[in-house]
């Protein structure tokens, strides 16, 4: 199977396009707009932002949100009319300076304000975008600073990075709870071509595996798609292996795919595919499988 997955392809191009677009205004304004779930369902039903892709709508309005609810700032990436705001500068300069942080995502406004939202599109193509632990660590903090924190700060490292997943899970069960049957899991900046076999396997995966043993018991009538780049890494690392799983004719498109395999109370995990990919309708999806502990392939 991983042969023929060819897991080992590190120029695979990530073909993610970030479509999600908010009205330009003062930060100060918009973080106060963003926290309210009206205007946020404004800007759901008016298809204009929320990352709708036909019928599909994306929460929260901009990546990373976990990063944000932690302290950074948020920055306009867009030209002119199609703006867009991701996670800015950093606002940590020291590992140390996390010492006793005890994460609490669910009391954020802005994450309170997408619970809220997601009532009104339960049943409906509704899609959560949740980032991995070393993603919102690294929105906080120069990845090149964690790196250097391999040797002498690893058990922080890690402590911290099992904190931000404890945080996440919490985040991702009460979306759950409120509607939500599909969530997306990525980690951008900690895949394996990007960090390399051992810091991957020692933090990146590691976090990426305590998240998603902690989101398990909740994915009996939700799933969780992990992203291409996330699933080779996760397959390489001998964390995760996949099984084929047999998707009738009747899905249509991604999500109707999904949806049938949320249904599915032994399927919790897919991927090796990619959700963003427009051309794509999932078909190819495999059940990831996360190993048993006593067998991964971890240092």
């Known amino acids: 199977m991983i042969k023929e997955l060819n897991l080992h392809t590190a120029n695979w191009n990530c073909p993610s396009i970030e479509m999600r677009k908010v009205p330009g205004r003062p930060d100060q304004q918009l973080m106060q707009a963003m926290a309210n ?145 599909v969530v997306s899991l990525a980690d951008p900046v900690g895949t394996m071509d990007l960090v390399g076999e051992d810091y991957y396997r020692r933090f990146c ?9 902690g989101c398990q018991p909740f994915l009996d009538q939700a799933i969780m798609h992990i992203c291409f780049k996330m699933s080779q890494s996760l397959l390489i690392a001998g964390l995760a292996r996949t099984e084929p799983y047999g998707i009738p004719d009747d899905p249509a498109d991604a999500m109707d795919i999904l949806h049938f395999m949320a249904d599915d109370p032994k399927v919790h995990f897919t991927g090796m595919t990619c959700l963003h990919d427009r051309m794509s309708n999932l078909r190819g999806s495999l059940i990831i499988r996360l190993k048993p502990r006593s067998i991964q392939c971890l240092p």
Request: charged fraction near 20%; aromatic fraction near 8%; charge should be negative.
């Open 205 to 213: 995966g590691e976090s990426e595996i305590h998240l998603m043993e």
């Open 37 to 181: 779930p009206d205007y946020i369902k404004k800007q759901m039903g008016a298809g204009q932002a929320a990352g709708a892709e036909g019928a599909r709508y994306i929460l929260p309005l901009w990546q990373n949100l976990e990063a944000v609810a932690l302290g950074t700032n948020i920055i306009n990436r867009g030209i002119k009319k199609d703006s867009f705001y991701i996670p800015g500068d950093y606002c940590l300069q020291d590992l140390s300076q996390l010492q006793g942080l005890e994460p609490d995502f669910l009391s954020d406004p802005l994450i309170q304000a997408v619970l809220e939202t997601i009532p009104a599109y339960a049943g409906q193509n509704l899609v959560l975008e949740a980032a991995a632990p070393f993603s919102i660590l690294a929105a906080l903090m120069d990845p090149l600073d964690l790196f250097l924190c391999f040797e002498k700060e690893s058990k922080l490292l890690i402590e911290i990075l099992h904190k931000i997943a404890d945080a996440s899970i919490l985040y991702i069960k009460a979306c759950i709870k409120a509607g939500c049957r």
